[in-house]
């Protein structure tokens, strides 16, 4: 995909949508670090109705990790994997406390060094509640990337190679937000809506649905 393409792909989107988010329900680094770990494997609308309880209680790391494994567990046993999260989570605040006086670190190295934060966990961090010009690949980018030709790649870590590299500087910040919505109601896995895509003329996908 030539590079004037994409840069009308990225200026279509931020004119559809200009000042995208996370759906993810938050108000803090730490409760924000604490969704997107419950989100593995879960959708975001379940993880919301968890933690609207969840962090109405136990809105820092001393109050969950005061509620311990267990009590953890009553806040979010309605999310999959919750018996491993709950473990990671409560780890976490423990780590959080000892190590960075309960701030969450803004380094990629201490990020990914908390129980159950990968690179793309550790991205999400980065670029939603720091404003770092990350984007994290997750099944909808990577198959978005893929199938407009994009950033096409084999692998996620390829894949957020290639967008960082070419996407241009000042849609950076966004990118992730723009991508995933795309993918989650738009370009989906088995029905792609491209009779509703704003971006269809300039995707190169071959297969479009009309």
Request: proline share 6%; charged share 25%; with cysteine.
């Amino acid at each position: 995909m030539s590079p004037a393409r994409r840069r009308r792909i990225y200026e279509r989107l931020q004119a559809a949508n200009p000042a995208p988010t996370t759906e993810l329900e938050y108000e803090t680094p730490f409760q924000l670090l604490v969704a997107v770990i419950l989100s593995a494997q879960a959708t975001d609308t379940g993880v919301n109705r968890a933690t609207r309880r969840l962090f109405a209680d136990a809105p820092d790391p001393a109050r969950m990790l005061a509620l311990g494994e267990e009590g953890l567990r009553q806040y979010i046993r309605t999310i999959g994997l919750f018996n491993t999260k709950a473990t990671n989570i409560i780890r976490t605040c423990g780590i959080l406390l000892q190590e960075h006086g309960g701030k969450v670190p803004r380094s990629r190295e201490d990020l990914e060094a908390l129980p159950g934060v990968g690179r793309k966990t550790a991205n999400v961090v980065l670029n939603t509640a720091f404003g770092e010009p990350t984007i994290a690949v997750d099944t909808h980018i990577f198959r978005v990337a893929n199938r407009t030709g994009l950033a096409p790649g084999g692998s996620v870590r390829e894949v957020e190679d290639r967008l960082l590299k070419c996407t241009p500087r000042e849609f950076l910040q966004d990118a992730h937000h723009w991508l995933i919505l795309h993918g989650r109601y738009v370009c989906k896995a088995r029905t792609p809506l491209c009779s509703d895509c704003l971006i269809a003329d300039l995707c190169e996908y071959p297969d479009k649905r009309h």
